[in-house]
C-alpha cells in the first residue's frame, strides 16, 4: 500500500490528524510506504505581499526540518491535472479537511476523479465539524451564546501523538526535482522576521500561558502591551494544532483571563460553522435584511485608510501596523472596521478583502465574521446604532500613545493630551492630515443610513 499525505496548511509534525492517520496504516501494514507531498497551484498564489511572504517563510521552515530528519515532502507544481497525475500511485491519499469554499468544491472534484482509490478528508483545522453543534430541530446556531453552551456540551478531542519515527522507517523517497520551489522561498524573504516553525509556535504558546493568560482580559485591548496569544498566525499554516491549544490553556489555572481565551477559540469555531453554512457570507451579508445598504463610492476615503492617512491617529496606526508587519492587534480591527464601514459608509467587502491581502493570519471565516460583525451586518453583529468613536477609543486603549507614536512617527512628539487628537496648527507643524470625516457628522449619517 502506498500512502501519500497531501499537506496543505499542515506545517507541524505533531497534534496532526494528517499524519497520524498515515501512522495508523502504517501499523496496519509493514509493507505499506509513505510520502509527503505539497501541491503549489501558480494561478492561486497572487502578488506576494507579507501573507504569501510568512506562507512560504513557514513552509520553507516545514520542508527544511522534514529534510533533515529523512522526511522530505515532494513539490508539485501546476494545475489540478498535473496533481492527480503525480498523485495516482497513491492507494490511499490523506489529506486535512478545509470544508469552505472553495477548497470544499476542489476536495470534492478530487476526490471524485479518483474514483475507487481511496481518498480521505480529515477533522483537523478545528475542534468540531461544522455539522456537529446544532439547534434541537437540526439547524444551525446564528447567535454566539447559544451555540458556545451546545459547544461546551460536546467532548473535544485531545492532542493527538505521531509516531515519528514509524514514518522514518516507511518513508518512500521518490527521486524527484524540487529545484523550482527555491525560486518562491527566495520571492517570500522580507526583512520582517515572522518568527515561524512548530517549535516556534509552541514556545510562544508557552510564554502567552505563563506570562499573559491570567489577565488575558484586561491586556488583549491595549495594542501597545504584549498581550494577545499571537496564535493565529500559527493556526493559519498549521504550525501549531488547535487541540494543543485548547488543552494547554484549559490545564492552566483558573482565571477570567483563561475563561476569555477559551471563548476566543470557540468564535473561532462559531464564525467557521456561519461561513460553512452561509457560503454567500463572502459577498452577502448573513442578516439579509442589510443587504440593499447604499453604501458610499468614495475612492479617496478608502485609499486614505488604507495608507493610515485619515487623520485620526489611532485608525492610522492601525493601518500601518497592517501594512508593514502583516498583522493588526484585534481591538484594532474593530476600530478600522467600525470606522470604514461607519465612519466612511464603505462597504464592508472592501475592508475584508483588504484584510485578505495583507493579514498574514487570514482565515476567510474569522475574517468574514469579524467584517460583518463591525459592520452590524452579520450574525449576532453590533448594533447597527453603536458606532466606535476613534478618538474616544484610542484614549481608553493607548491612553499614553505609545502604540500610536510607534507607527504614526511624525506626531510623535506631541504630549499625552494631543496624540490623540492633534489641533490644526499641531497637523500643519508635523505634517499629519486632518480628519478625512466628521466623526459626528458620520455617525449620524450611519445611523440615518441603517434605520433605512
Known amino acids: 500500500m502506498n500512502i501519500i499525505c497531501w499537506i496543505r496548511s499542515d506545517f507541524r509534525l505533531q497534534d496532526n490528524q494528517l499524519f497520524a492517520k498515515a501512522v495508523e496504516y502504517l501499523e496496519q501494514d509493514k509493507q505499506a510506504t509513505v510520502e509527503f507531498v505539497f501541491w503549489l497551484n501558480p494561478d ?39 496533481f492527480l497525475e503525480e498523485t495516482d500511485m497513491a492507494d490511499r491519499l490523506l489529506f486535512n479537511a478545509e470544508y469552505v469554499e ?52 460536546k467532548e473535544l478531542p485531545e492532542p493527538v501523538s505521531v509516531d515519528v519515527k514509524l514514518l522514518q522507517a516507511q518513508y518512500h523517497k521518490r527521486r524527484h526535482d524540487n529545484a523550482f520551489i527555491q525560486a518562491y522561498f527566495k520571492s517570500a524573504q522580507t526583512e520582517i522576521d515572522f518568527n515561524v516553525g512548530e517549535a516556534a509556535a509552541k514556545k510562544r504558546l508557552e510564554h502567552f500561558i505563563s506570562n499573559g493568560l491570567t489577565d488575558y482580559q484586561k491586556q488583549r485591548d ?7 496569544s499571537l496564535m493565529s498566525r500559527y493556526l493559519r499554516t498549521g504550525e501549531i494544532g488547535v487541540r494543543t491549544i485548547y488543552a494547554a490553556v484549559e490545564q492552566a489555572g483558573d482565571s477570567e483571563g483563561k475563561q476569555t481565551y477559551l471563548t476566543e477559540l470557540i468564535w ?8 460553512m453554512h452561509y457560503p454567500e457570507a463572502k459577498r452577502l451579508p448573513v442578516n439579509e435584511q442589510y443587504t440593499a445598504i447604499e453604501w458610499e463610492e468614495d475612492e479617496a476615503g478608502f485609499d486614505a485608510w488604507s495608507n493610515g492617512q485619515t487623520g485620526y491617529p489611532i485608525v492610522d496606526a492601525a493601518m500601518r501596523q497592517l501594512n508593514t508587519t502583516g498583522w493588526m492587534h484585534n481591538r484594532l480591527r474593530m476600530i478600522v472596521a467600525s470606522f470604514l464601514t461607519k465612519d466612511l459608509l464603505i462597504d464592508w467587502q472592501k475592508g475584508e478583502q483588504y484584510f485578505q491581502q495583507k493579514l498574514v493570519d487570514y ?30 477609543q484610542s484614549k481608553k486603549f493607548d491612553a499614553s500613545g505609545a502604540f500610536i507614536r510607534q507607527y504614526v512617527p511624525e506626531i510623535k512628539d506631541l504630549p499625552n493630551k494631543f496624540i490623540h487628537e492633534p489641533t490644526d496648527q499641531q497637523r500643519i507643524d508635523y505634517d499629519y492630515p486632518k480628519p478625512i470625516v466628521d466623526h459626528d457628522m458620520a455617525r449620524k449619517r450611519a445611523i440615518a443610513r441603517f434605520k433605512k
Open 44 to 82: 492561486y498564489i497572487g502578488a506576494y505581499d507579507a501573507r504569501q511572504q510568512y506562507f512560504f517563510q513557514a513552509l520553507e521552515n516545514f520542508s527544511e526540518n522534514c529534510k533533515s530528519i529523512g522526511l522530505p515532502i515532494r513539490f508539485i507544481e501546476g494545475d489540478e491535472k498535473t
Open 102 to 153: 472553495p477548497f470544499k468544491t476542489r476536495d470534492d472534484a478530487i476526490i471524485k476523479k479518483r474514483g475507487t482509490k481511496k481518498t480521505e478528508r480529515l477533522l483537523d483545522r478545528h475542534l468540531l465539524h461544522p455539522h456537529a453543534v446544532k439547534k434541537n430541530d437540526g439547524g444551525y446556531y446564528k447567535v454566539f451564546t447559544p451555540y458556545k453552551n451546545a459547544f461546551l456540551k
Open 222 to 228: 491595549l495594542p501597545a502591551v504584549d498581550g494577545t
Open 268 to 275: 473561532r469555531e462559531f464564525y467557521y460553522t456561519i461561513l
Open 363 to 392: 482565515e476567510a471565516a474569522s475574517n468574514i465574521g469579524g467584517w460583518q460583525w463591525a459592520a452590524s451586518v452579520g450574525t449576532d453583529a453590533v448594533p447597527y446604532f453603536r458606532v466606535f468613536n476613534p478618538t474616544t
